[in-house]
C-alpha cells in the first residue's frame, strides 16, 4: 500500500487538495470581507467629521451674515 492509499479520501475524490483549496479561498474571501468592513467604518467617520465641518461652517456663516445685516 502506498502513502496516497493510506490517507483517507474525500467522497469527491482525491485527497482532499480541492476541499483544501476552497477553505483556503474562503479564508481569503472572510479576510478581504472584514478588511472592506473596515474600510466602510473609516470612510462613515470621515463622513461624520465632513458632516460635523459644514455645519460648523453654516453656523459661522449665518453668524457672519447675521452680522452683516447689523451693520
Same mark, same amino acid.
Given at each position: 500500500?502506498?502513502?496516497?492509499?493510506?490517507?483517507?479520501?474525500?467522497?469527491?475524490?482525491?485527497?482532499?487538495?480541492?476541499?483544501?483549496?476552497? &477553505?483556503?479561498?474562503?479564508?481569503?474571501?472572510?479576510?478581504?470581507? &472584514?478588511?472592506?468592513?473596515?474600510?466602510?467604518?473609516?470612510?462613515?467617520?470621515?463622513?461624520?467629521?465632513?458632516?460635523?465641518?459644514?455645519?460648523?461652517?453654516?453656523?459661522?456663516?449665518?453668524?457672519?451674515?447675521?452680522?452683516?445685516?447689523? &451693520?
Amino acid at each position: 500500500m502506498s502513502a496516497a492509499e493510506g490517507r483517507p479520501r474525500c467522497r469527491w475524490g482525491g485527497s482532499g487538495q480541492a476541499v483544501l483549496r476552497a &477553505r483556503a479561498e474562503a479564508a481569503g474571501y472572510r479576510r478581504l470581507l &472584514r478588511a472592506r468592513a473596515a474600510e466602510v467604518e473609516a470612510l462613515r467617520g470621515a463622513v461624520g467629521a465632513l458632516h460635523r465641518q459644514l455645519e460648523g461652517l453654516r453656523d459661522r456663516r449665518s453668524g457672519e451674515l447675521a452680522k452683516y445685516q447689523v &451693520r
